[in-house]
């Protein structure tokens, strides 16, 4: 068990912000254009590209929805509640920033003409709902091809500098980071929590989740975690945690039922447990990703025993194949040359207990994990949700410029880009930004 930590509170840099989820790296060295973004919510539009077949009938029912200020999580347990069906019958594909328009997708399983009735009588804030029609399958991730951004830069000092960046762009490679909210964006914490996990305590992982103040977060939350986190008493949570910490405020609850930190922890949402490891994971990939960059400048440059993955082509958009392979002496001369054109990627390992460690990749995550105190076998948990045997990334964003717009009037950039799943916006245009304005800051 680790050694609990007192928090003090402070103010850290973006660039401190960043190093806290492992990024640490411009690929770029024109320097950047300046500017914020999310300045309002209507300023950074997401709208999910889906490979589903609709019929007129089938046992989930398709609907589309706009939402602006709601994440994923909490629309679809909202939405549940609104039904008076179980949040498992609701599926989606990938969750969505909270700040900013987004258009996305859900099924609703088992769906009939009552569910149709209540949904035509569903009136949420900021949220419109369209039924689009069936399918015979729940949506999940693999039916996600990407998404397509409208993003707006407000008070851009430089836009003259977008092509030259974009050069060397299209050059080197677009870093594929992991963004700040694959980390839950103001505390930073979920991929603390699975560290925690992977190490297997439970309680202070717990507790973490719960408790753990950040000088990011609101003052007077920050100032309830801290008494929170300092005295472990799950009554004083629920006195004082705000109510729309609901699976905080779910977790202390079970506490005070009389169940153990890991028995709540594995009452969360599966989606929600499974996010810990994932993040934890992306953290261990946004290190090894920024010292590949460090070391080698460009990510289009290969050695043998690393691994690679191919461009493909889905629905007209450019995306990653995933059909990972080791680069060998037979053919390397092949996949560098692809690499050179921007058909062939360079892939990192996201590390779980199959994963090999082989060539730089290896030598440099092993580095990294023993840094940590983490073997890779540990990431063989007790639970399901808690395992992973590990998989592979590519190390830059699979991209066609031919797709990749920017209007610009005076200090105001639009850029247009289509990017696959997995891929975060933040981490496209942080490259063309270079800002030290916390975005995600916004209220």
């Known amino acids: 068990m680790q050694e609990r930590v007192k928090i003090s509170?402070?103010?850290?840099?973006?660039?401190?912000?960043?190093?806290?989820?492992?990024?640490?790296?411009?690929?770029?060295?024109?320097?950047?254009?300046?500017g914020r973004i999310k300045?309002?919510?209507?300023?950074?539009?997401?709208?999910?590209?889906?490979?589903?077949?609709?019929?007129?009938?089938?046992?989930?029912?398709?609907?589309?929805?706009?939402?602006?200020?709601?994440?994923?999580?909490?629309?679809?347990?909202?939405?549940?509640?609104l039904l008076g069906i179980s949040r498992k019958r609701i599926g989606f594909a990938g969750t969505k920033d909270k700040r900013a328009v987004t258009i996305q997708h859900f099924t609703i399983s088992n769906a009939d003409e009552k569910i149709l009735k209540r949904l035509e009588e569903v009136r949420l804030k900021d949220?419109?709902?369209?039924?689009?029609?069936?399918?015979?399958?729940?949506?999940?991730?693999?039916d996600l091809i990407g998404n397509r951004f409208t993003v707006v830069v407000e008070?851009?000092?430089?836009?003259?500098?977008?092509?030259?960046?974009?050069d060397e762009l299209r050059e080197k490679g677009i870093?594929?980071?992991?963004?700040?909210?694959?980390?839950?964006?103001?505390?930073?914490?979920?991929?603390?929590?699975?560290?925690?996990?992977?190490?297997?305590?439970?309680?202070?992982?717990?507790?973490?989740?719960?408790?753990?103040?950040?000088e990011l977060e609101d003052e007077e939350v920050s100032k309830i975690r801290e008494e929170l986190w300092n005295e472990r008493d799950p009554v004083l949570g629920l006195r004082e945690l705000p109510k729309h910490l609901i699976?905080?405020?779910?977790?202390?609850?079970?506490?005070?039922?009389?169940?153990?930190?890991l028995q709540a922890l594995l009452s969360l949402p599966k989606t929600l447990k499974l996010m810990f490891i994932h993040a934890y994971q992306s953290y261990l990939f946004n290190l090894l990703l920024s010292r590949r960059i460090e070391e080698f400048g460009t990510l289009r440059e290969m050695d043998v025993n690393d691994h690679s993955d191919f461009r493909a082509v889905k629905g007209?958009?450019?995306?990653?194949?995933?059909?990972?392979?080791?680069?060998?002496e037979f053919n390397i001369r092949r996949i560098r040359f692809l690499a050179g054109k921007g058909y062939a990627y360079l892939a990192l390992p996201l590390p779980g207990y199959e994963t090999e460690l082989s060539g730089w990749s290896g030598k440099v995550l092993k580095e990294i994990l023993d840094q940590e105190g983490v073997e890779l076998q540990m990431f063989r948990g007790d639970y399901p949700e808690f395992s992973s045997r590990g998989s592979y990334r590519t190390a830059e964003i699979p991209f066609s410029f031919e797709e990749f717009r920017h209007d610009v009037v005076e200090s105001r950039v639009v850029f247009e880009f289509f990017l696959p799943k997995g891929c975060f916006a933040t981490s496209f245009l942080r490259e063309f930004m270079k800002s030290e304005h916390p975005y995600f800051l916004q209220k």
């Open 316 to 328: 007209k958009h450019v995306v990653s194949s995933e059909e990972f392979s080791k680069v060998s």
């Open 39 to 81: 300045e309002r919510d209507e300023d950074f539009r997401v709208e999910e590209v889906l490979d589903i077949r609709l019929s007129d009938s089938g046992r989930n029912l398709v609907i589309r929805v706009r939402k602006r200020n709601w994440d994923t999580l909490n629309f679809a347990r909202v939405l549940s509640n």
């Open 155 to 166: 008070d851009a000092e430089h836009p003259e500098r977008i092509e030259r960046i974009a």
């Open 9 to 34: 509170r402070s103010t850290p840099s973006l660039a401190e912000i960043e190093g806290k989820v492992g990024i640490g790296r411009y690929i770029t060295s024109t320097p950047g254009i300046g």
């Open 127 to 142: 949220a419109e709902i369209e039924v689009l029609g069936w399918t015979n399958r729940k949506i999940d991730l693999g």
């Open 247 to 261: 699976y905080e405020r779910t977790l202390l609850q079970k506490l005070r039922e009389g169940k153990t930190e």
């Open 175 to 214: 870093p594929n980071f992991f963004g700040l909210q694959r980390f839950g964006t103001l505390r930073l914490i979920t991929h603390e929590v699975g560290k925690l996990i992977v190490l297997k305590d439970y309680r202070e992982a717990f507790w973490t989740y719960v408790a753990k103040p950040s």
